[in-house]
């Protein structure tokens, strides 16, 4: 079964720089959502997309940015990057935005050095 | 105080035995309870789910709710070595449906 597709798998980045994460959500899933993982800690969501229209906003700092484009891929911006924002990124969609059954990525580590 | 509490563990077991990863919330408007698995460096997968209170069976792992107490388990009868992993409950929230994240379990079973 077709799962959700991230990429790139890690990323090592210099302070100050950008990076582009990219998901690719279960066919006919339409809610997409970002979460940012620290070591030993839950998964905090940053933002959630709902038929390419934001449908939520949870911690995602100013310097983020995404979107949900017209074939439902999502991409996830982030500029002037810092030491603290490296983590695990996770992507995770599902079928509907009302129900707490999300399918996940395997995940982007970025590395900020 | 966090929505959703649980012991970070990490719980340590032979294999064979029953497990009991708990649970609490302090929100009495949660409607269901999800519990996730989450492997090492991977992302977290869905376990199972439950509405109410009770128990829901799947296989080797059941789910208990009792929203009296507002208190989740899971047991896992019949442990693995590769039930080691992290186990997060996760209500989704009565607002907006996000999940409200415990901060997981860490499970290991020894062989």
Redesign the interface.
């Known amino acids: 079964a077709a799962g959700?597709i991230q990429s790139p798998r890690h990323l090592i980045k210099e302070k100050r720089e950008t990076a582009t994460l990219k998901c690719y959500p279960i066919p006919r899933h339409d809610t997409v959502y970002w979460y940012q993982q620290g070591p030993?800690?839950?998964?905090q969501?940053l933002i959630?997309f709902y038929e390419k229209m934001q449908s939520?906003k949870?911690s995602i700092p100013d310097r983020f940015s995404a979107q949900q484009f017209s074939d439902y891929h999502s991409e996830l911006n982030m500029s002037s990057l810092e030491l603290g924002d490296s983590a695990?990124y996770?992507c995770?969609s599902s079928l509907s935005?009302?129900?707490?059954?999300?399918?996940?990525?395997?995940?982007s580590?970025l590395t900020v050095l | 105080q966090k929505e959703v509490e649980q012991d970070p563990g990490p719980l340590s077991v032979p294999e064979g035995a029953i497990v009991s990863l708990n649970c609490t919330y302090s929100n009495s408007a949660f409607q269901y309870f999800m519990w996730y698995r989450q492997y090492s460096r991977k992302g977290p997968e869905l376990l199972m789910y439950t509405y109410s209170s009770g128990n829901k069976e799947d296989g080797r792992f059941t789910a208990q709710v009792d929203k009296s107490s507002k208190y989740i388990s899971l047991f896992i009868r019949d442990s693995q070595p590769s039930d080691s992993a992290t186990y997060l409950c996760a209500p989704p929230s009565d607002s907006n449906y996000q999940l409200i994240w415990g901060a997981g379990t860490k499970l290991i079973i020894k062989p």
């Not at chain 1, 030993?40 to 998964?43: L, S």
């Not at chain 1, 935005?97 to 995940?107: A, I, Q, R, V």
């Open positions: 959700v030993g800690q839950d998964p969501f959630s939520d949870g695990l996770f995770a935005p009302n129900t707490g059954e999300l399918f996940f990525g395997e995940g580590r």
